[in-house]
């Protein structure tokens, strides 16, 4: 078939089971298409998928010119949204009729995408492409599903940066990009993927001493237990790579991650000259005591990248199945801690609690709490915490709590001031405490006599005495202790409503009760 779908006529092309069609030539579709048969292409041939949905269905095959129909080179299969009759057609989908978990279904030989609106892998099935991926321009969304690029060897990826990549989601759990037949043969395979659009986070691996299939998935955050718990707001770039291998086959792995450099975290990009690979490994991240290889500017990469990046590099033995990876910085160059979470509330009128926790420390010596008033300008220590960290050093959560005689009647700040046995210092951030505000009238019911008692509000107020009519029977400026006298008023309930006398916004309301 040179150019059997004609532009004209396409209402849809379907391909029956049991149907054959050969592309021997260059051929342009340009409506939806469903194969259930076999639509076989020879090298050097090009598809031209110009339309929304190519579908595979049960048993269909995509084979090449080689005598099994898979380990040839076979054509190529463009999905392009520019639709000579229909316009733009936007994003594009796929329904490659594979499953990753039991290795069968359909294959393409060779897929080159042209569309900026991307492709994007339809529910409930996996892609595989036997041979080529080549990005021209826009993504891949792997829509929870994956993608496999190879057959009993790695295959080839090619022009991608970071603007053309595999879009994988910026969650941690979802789809992964899958290289099969990684060896010494292979040498570096590159995995070009990336959480969203603007995040490009690449790997590679070098595998020697043994053949397996790799997948890689890249996520945003770092988190404490890796796949879940608090995230890290500090020392580590703002991303995990996910690295599982299929046939767990042993082998030295060197493993290469690229990260872009705005998505380093503050304490991070700091000692980002200190920085390395860190493993999630025994419940925690790892530590280096040294930097074997330094940081050097990102290459995983067909061509030029639009932002700045920066690579590193590692070698593991003994990967298992599925292990975890992020950036992080030379304990010599950290913080003395890393905090986590940071609260401070009222438990009672008089009482101030502070919590904090903390998801690594280094050297940390202990916690000094601080305190400023709001008519303040200064803060000042009020209590000094020890580490629970062993010898100052820990890379688990540790939770801490604090209680503070607070009866001050306006705004409080507090912050911890960790300190490092080599006197480094680290503050977290600042929270605010209001006043505990309690109005007060006694006594209630009353023979027209009473006080009204007001804590924890500043400023003028105002108040007034309204019956149950809403008709106004009184009112007065009040400040903190108010003794009041309505006994001339007629005996029942009123309602006591209490203003901010600069703005008129109720701060208070309750019944008073006037008895004979």
Same mark, same amino acid.
Not at 139 to 151: A, S
Not at 244 to 253: F, I, K, L, V, W
Not at 393 to 422: C, E, F, H, M
């Given at each position: 078939?040179?150019?059997?779908?004609?532009?004209?006529?396409?209402?849809?092309?379907?391909?029956?089971?049991?149907?054959s069609?050969?592309l021997?030539?260059?051929?342009?579709v340009?409506?939806?298409?469903?194969?259930?048969?076999?639509?076989?292409?020879? #090298?050097?041939?090009?598809?031209?998928?110009?339309?929304?949905?190519?579908?595979?269905?049960?048993?269909?095959?995509?084979?090449?010119e080689?005598?099994?129909? &898979?380990?040839?080179?076979?054509?190529?299969?463009?999905?392009?949204?520019?639709n000579?009759? @229909?316009?733009?057609?936007? +994003? +594009?989908?796929?329904?490659?009729?594979?499953s990753?978990?039991? &290795?069968?279904?359909?294959?393409?030989?060779?897929?080159?995408?042209d569309?900026?609106?991307?492709?994007?892998?339809?529910?409930?099935?996996?892609?595989?492409?036997?041979?080529?991926?080549?990005?021209?321009?826009?993504?891949?969304?792997?829509?929870?599903?994956?993608? +496999?690029?190879?057959?009993?060897?790695?295959?080839?990826?090619?022009?991608?940066?970071?603007?053309?990549?595999?879009?994988?989601? #910026?969650?941690?759990?979802?789809g992964?990009l @899958?290289?099969?037949?990684?060896?010494?043969a292979?040498?570096?395979?590159?995995?070009?993927?990336?959480?969203?659009?603007?995040? @490009?986070?690449p790997?590679?691996?070098?595998?020697?001493?043994?053949?397996?299939?790799?997948?890689?998935?890249?996520?945003?955050?770092?988190?404490?237990?890796?796949?879940?718990?608090?995230?890290?707001?500090?020392?580590?770039?703002?991303?995990? !790579?996910?690295?599982?291998?299929?046939?767990?086959?042993?082998?030295?792995?060197?493993v290469?991650?690229?990260?872009?450099?705005?998505?380093?975290?503050?304490? @991070?990009?700091?000692?980002?000259?200190?920085?390395?690979i860190?493993?999630?490994?025994?419940?925690?991240?790892? +530590?280096?005591?040294?930097?074997?290889?330094?940081?050097?500017?990102?290459?995983?990469?067909?061509?030029?990248?639009?932002?700045?990046?920066?690579?590193?590099?590692?070698?593991?033995?003994?990967?298992?199945?599925?292990?975890?990876?992020? %950036?992080?910085?030379?304990?010599? %160059?950290?913080? #003395?801690?890393?905090?986590?979470?940071?609260?401070?509330?009222?438990?009672?009128?008089?009482?101030?609690?502070?919590?904090?926790?903390?998801?690594?420390?280094?050297?940390?010596?202990?916690?000094?709490?601080?305190?400023?008033?709001?008519r303040?300008?200064?803060?000042?220590?009020?209590?000094?915490?020890?580490?629970?960290?062993?010898?100052?050093?820990?890379?688990?959560?540790?939770?801490?709590?604090?209680?503070?005689?607070?009866?001050?009647?306006?705004?409080?700040?507090?912050?911890?001031?960790?300190?490092? &046995?080599?006197?480094?210092?680290?503050?977290?951030?600042?929270?605010?405490?209001?006043?505990?505000?309690?109005?007060?009238?006694?006594?209630?019911?009353?023979?027209?006599?009473?006080?009204?008692?007001?804590?924890?509000?500043?400023?003028?107020?105002?108040?007034?005495?309204?019956?149950? !009519?809403?008709?106004?029977?009184?009112?007065?400026?009040?400040?903190?202790?108010?003794?009041?006298?309505?006994?001339?008023? #007629?005996?029942?309930?009123?309602?006591?409503?209490?203003y901010?006398?600069?703005?008129?916004?109720?701060?208070?309301t309750?019944?008073?009760?006037?008895?004979?």
């Amino acid at each position: 078939m040179g150019s059997a779908f004609t532009a004209s006529a396409q209402q849809g092309v379907f391909i029956p089971a049991g149907g054959s069609v050969w592309l021997s030539g260059n051929s342009g579709v340009f409506s939806d298409l469903t194969n259930n048969g076999i639509f076989g292409s020879n #090298p050097s041939t090009t598809l031209y998928f110009l339309s929304k949905k190519w579908t595979n269905g049960n048993g269909a095959t995509l084979p090449d010119e080689s005598a099994d129909g &898979r380990s040839g080179i076979g054509g190529k299969f463009l999905f392009s949204a520019l639709n000579p009759l @229909y316009g733009n057609m936007g +994003q +594009q989908t796929v329904f490659g009729s594979y499953s990753l978990a039991s &290795r069968q279904g359909t294959s393409f030989p060779n897929i080159e995408l042209d569309n900026s609106a991307g492709l994007l892998l339809d529910d409930l099935s996996d892609l595989k492409i036997r041979n080529n991926l080549h990005f021209t321009n826009g993504y891949i969304f792997l829509n929870g599903w994956n993608l +496999q690029v190879g057959e009993n060897n790695p295959g080839t990826i090619t022009g991608y940066n970071d603007r053309k990549f595999v879009v994988n989601g #910026p969650g941690f759990a979802g789809g992964a990009l @899958y290289r099969t037949g990684i060896n010494d043969a292979a040498a570096k395979v590159v995995f070009p993927v990336g959480t969203s659009t603007d995040n @490009y986070s690449p790997a590679a691996i070098l595998l020697s001493g043994a053949t397996d299939m790799f997948s890689v998935r890249a996520y945003d955050s770092v988190y404490t237990v890796a796949a879940g718990g608090r995230a890290y707001r500090d020392s580590f770039v703002n991303r995990t !790579w996910n690295i599982t291998r299929t046939d767990n086959t042993g082998g030295e792995a060197t493993v290469i991650l690229q990260h872009m450099d705005k998505d380093e975290l503050p304490g @991070y990009a700091a000692a980002r000259d200190s920085s390395y690979i860190t493993r999630f490994t025994g419940g925690v991240w790892d +530590q280096v005591p040294y930097i074997a290889a330094l940081p050097k500017p990102g290459t995983l990469t067909t061509n030029g990248l639009a932002d700045p990046a920066t690579m590193h590099m590692r070698t593991f033995t003994g990967l298992g199945a599925s292990e975890y990876f992020s %950036k992080t910085v030379l304990v010599s %160059k950290a913080k #003395p801690a890393v905090f986590l979470l940071f609260e401070a509330y009222r438990i009672a009128p008089l009482m101030v609690q502070l919590d904090w926790t903390t998801s690594r420390e280094v050297n940390n010596l202990l916690f000094e709490v601080e305190r400023r008033y709001e008519r303040e300008e200064v803060f000042t220590k009020i209590a000094t915490v020890p580490t629970k960290a062993l010898n100052g050093n820990s890379n688990v959560p540790l939770s801490y709590t604090l209680q503070d005689l607070n009866d001050y009647d306006g705004w409080t700040y507090y912050r911890i001031k960790a300190v490092s &046995r080599s006197g480094k210092e680290v503050y977290s951030e600042i929270r605010a405490v209001p006043p505990f505000v309690q109005i007060d009238v006694f006594p209630n019911p009353n023979n027209g006599k009473f006080r009204v008692r007001i804590r924890g509000i500043r400023g003028p107020l105002f108040m007034q005495l309204r019956d149950t !009519w809403s008709q106004l029977m009184r009112q007065y400026d009040i400040q903190q202790d108010n003794d009041l006298n309505v006994s001339d008023m #007629p005996a029942g309930t009123y309602f006591m409503v209490i203003y901010h006398k600069e703005t008129m916004k109720v701060a208070y309301t309750c019944k008073v009760i006037v008895v004979e």
